[in-house]
């Protein structure tokens, strides 16, 4: 039988009957994008999303001249929902004997499809194509250089800005925020910290809120690449949806490896399995209303 089933004689997995209640895992974040983001139903066949891309120039009149006619100018955005899923197999025996261990697994499957989710939106990582956008695209202003956060942080207010948006809040990798905690001033006293032995982390960046995610960080991809370290943008600007939500089901069949091969067989192997799925969107205005942040060049 071709690849590995979760079972009581998995690496790690405690035997004894008597064990801690408590199972510590690795901390999983929600998706950043859906938490900035802003949030629209979605119908299975997707959604358009009508834009009013210029408005009409209002102009001064003498008391008997003709008022001028004008008309606004319209654009729109389509949006349509794509599937993330995975599945987990276990075996009848672990579900009955690591009943706390199984029900600390099951909810880590979503965090699983938030991080794609996120990676495929800020990066295009595994981004499908056709009416789903992506941030890989927009404007880069670097913070590489010593003494550079403060400039290019004006730099993404600028590219914003001139793309008609507003920086509405900062998004942080934790490898940005070291590289910003470290910015000094003319006097060798942090620029962005007022008190360095209390404030640990930072709240605002030129009165823009700052939060924090690790699914922002792209690490540099080779020559000609640079890293991310955090975006900033119009988030308001920014739209994601669900066609139902995140959804479970319990499944006893077979399943199957990437290359077409029996995992196993379901409930003729003793085993059963967990799906994991949501159908889901995204879509921005304009790229151009977003500003990477980036740090070292691919070697």
Same mark, same amino acid.
């Given at each position: 039988?071709?690849?590995?089933?979760?079972?009581?004689?998995?690496?790690?997995?405690?035997?004894?009957?008597?064990?801690?209640?408590?199972?510590?895992?690795?901390?999983?974040?929600?998706?950043? /994008? @859906? %938490?900035?983001?802003? *949030?629209?139903?979605?119908?299975?066949?997707?959604?358009?999303?009508?834009?009013?891309?210029?408005?009409?120039?209002? *102009?001064?009149?003498?008391?008997?001249?003709?008022?001028?006619?004008?008309?606004?100018?319209?654009?729109?955005?389509? @949006?349509?929902?794509?599937?993330?899923?995975?599945?987990?197999?276990?075996?009848?025996?672990?579900?009955?004997?690591?009943?706390?261990?199984?029900? &600390?697994?099951?909810?880590? @499957?979503?965090? &699983?499809?938030?991080?794609?989710?996120?990676?495929?939106?800020?990066?295009?990582?595994?981004?499908?194509?056709?009416?789903?956008?992506?941030?890989?695209?927009?404007?880069?202003?670097?913070?590489? &250089?010593?003494?550079?956060?403060?400039?290019?942080?004006?730099?993404?207010?600028?590219?914003?800005?001139?793309?008609?948006?507003?920086?509405?809040?900062?998004?942080?990798?934790?490898?940005?925020?070291?590289? /910003?905690?470290?910015? *000094?001033?003319?006097?060798?006293?942090?620029?962005?910290?007022?008190?360095?032995?209390?404030?640990?982390?930072?709240? &605002?960046?030129?009165?823009?809120?700052?939060?924090?995610?690790?699914?922002?960080? %792209?690490?540099?991809?080779?020559?000609?690449?640079?890293?991310?370290?955090?975006?900033?943008?119009?988030?308001?600007?920014?739209?994601?949806?669900?066609?139902?939500?995140?959804?479970?089901?319990?499944?006893?069949?077979?399943?199957?490896?990437?290359?077409?091969?029996?995992?196993?067989?379901?409930?003729?192997?003793? @085993?059963?399995?967990?799906?994991?799925?949501?159908?889901?969107?995204?879509? /921005?205005?304009? /790229?151009?209303?977003?500003?990477?942040?980036?740090?070292?060049?691919?070697?």
């Amino acid at each position: 039988m071709a690849g590995v089933n979760t079972n009581r004689t998995t690496t790690g997995v405690l035997l004894p009957p008597q064990i801690s209640s408590e199972i510590w895992s690795g901390a999983q974040e929600q998706s950043f /994008v @859906m %938490q900035r983001g802003q *949030k629209t139903d979605l119908p299975g066949e997707g959604k358009t999303i009508q834009i009013i891309t210029g408005d009409g120039e209002a *102009k001064f009149v003498g008391e008997t001249e003709r008022k001028p006619n004008v008309e606004p100018t319209f654009g729109s955005k389509t @949006m349509r929902a794509y599937k993330i899923a995975l599945t987990e197999s276990f075996s009848d025996e672990f579900k009955r004997d690591k009943v706390a261990l199984f029900n &600390a697994l099951k909810p880590r @499957m979503q965090g &699983a499809v938030a991080r794609t989710f996120d990676l495929a939106a800020l990066h295009g990582i595994g981004a499908p194509v056709g009416d789903f956008d992506t941030l890989k695209t927009a404007p880069a202003v670097s913070i590489n &250089a010593a003494g550079s956060v403060y400039q290019g942080l004006l730099g993404a207010l600028s590219a914003v800005s001139t793309a008609g948006g507003d920086v509405t809040a900062w998004g942080l990798a934790p490898q940005g925020e070291i590289k /910003v905690l470290g910015e *000094k001033d003319g006097n060798d006293r942090p620029l962005f910290t007022v008190n360095p032995q209390q404030d640990g982390s930072i709240g &605002a960046l030129l009165g823009r809120e700052v939060y924090k995610a690790r699914a922002l960080y %792209q690490a540099a991809g080779g020559a000609g690449t640079v890293e991310t370290l955090g975006i900033g943008g119009d988030w308001s600007s920014a739209y994601w949806g669900a066609v139902e939500g995140i959804k479970y089901e319990e499944y006893g069949g077979p399943i199957f490896n990437a290359d077409g091969s029996l995992k196993h067989a379901g409930r003729q192997d003793n @085993m059963f399995s967990v799906i994991c799925e949501i159908e889901i969107g995204f879509i /921005v205005r304009d /790229v151009n209303r977003f500003a990477r942040l980036t740090g070292k060049a691919g070697a």
